[in-house]
C-alpha cells in the first residue's frame, strides 16, 4: 500500500545475498498479494530454495507466530516491522523520511538506519510522495544493513 517507503528491491537482493554468505541466514518474505515480484527476484538471484514465501499467505497472528521464531528481522516501516519489535525479534528498520524515531519492543534489540534530508513524507502532499525517487531510501546500502545485523548478533548473542 505504501511502496514510496519500500528499500529498493535491488538492494534487498544484495543484502540477502551477503547475509546468506556470511551467516547463512535465509530470508523469509512477507508482503500482500500483488508483491510476489519481490520473492521471484531473490528467488532469481538466491538458490531457489533459500527463499521463503510467506507473501500473501499468512494471516498477522501467523506472520507474529513465524516471525517470533526468526533470527533477526529487516522490515521497512510497516505493520511487520512493529510486529517483529514487539514478539522480541531483533529487528532493522529502514527508514525513509518517516519521523518515527522509536519502535515497540526491547530497544537494544532494534537498529534504525535512515538518511533523510527531506520533511516526513506523510507531510507532503500526495503527488510528490508517489514521484518521489526515494533518495533516503537508496542511500541506505547493503553493507550498512548487514553491519547492523552483525551489531544485533554480536549484541545480543545471537546464534
Known amino acids: ?62 506472520a507474529a507466530s513465524v516471525i517470533s521464531q526468526c533470527s533477526i528481522c529487516i522490515a521497512n516501516d510497516s505493520g511487520l516491522m512493529h510486529l517483529s519489535a514487539a514478539v522480541g525479534t531483533p529487528t ?12 515497540y519492543g526491547n530497544k537494544k534489540n532494534c537498529r534504525i538506519i535512515r538518511h533523510s534530508d527531506c520533511q516526513p513524507c506523510y507531510a507532503i502532499n500526495r503527488h510528490l510522495v508517489h514521484s518521489c525517487s526515494r533518495p533516503c531510501l537508496s542511500a541506505i546500502q547493503p553493507e550498512t544493513v548487514v553491519m547492523a545485523v552483525d551489531d544485533l548478533m554480536n549484541t545480543i548473542d545471537i546464534k
Open 1 to 62: 500500500q505504501h511502496s514510496f517507503k519500500q528499500w529498493p528491491i535491488e538492494l534487498l537482493v544484495k543484502t540477502c545475498k551477503l547475509l546468506l554468505k556470511d551467516y547463512g541466514l535465509i530470508p523469509v518474505v512477507f508482503g500482500v498479494k500483488g508483491q510476489e515480484h519481490t520473492v521471484e527476484m531473490l528467488k532469481s538471484e538466491l538458490p531457489s530454495s533459500s527463499v521463503i514465501d510467506l507473501v500473501g499467505k499468512t494471516s498477522p497472528s501467523e
Open 92 to 103: 532493522v528498520f529502514l527508514c525513509s523520511v518517516t519521523d518515527l524515531t522509536w519502535v
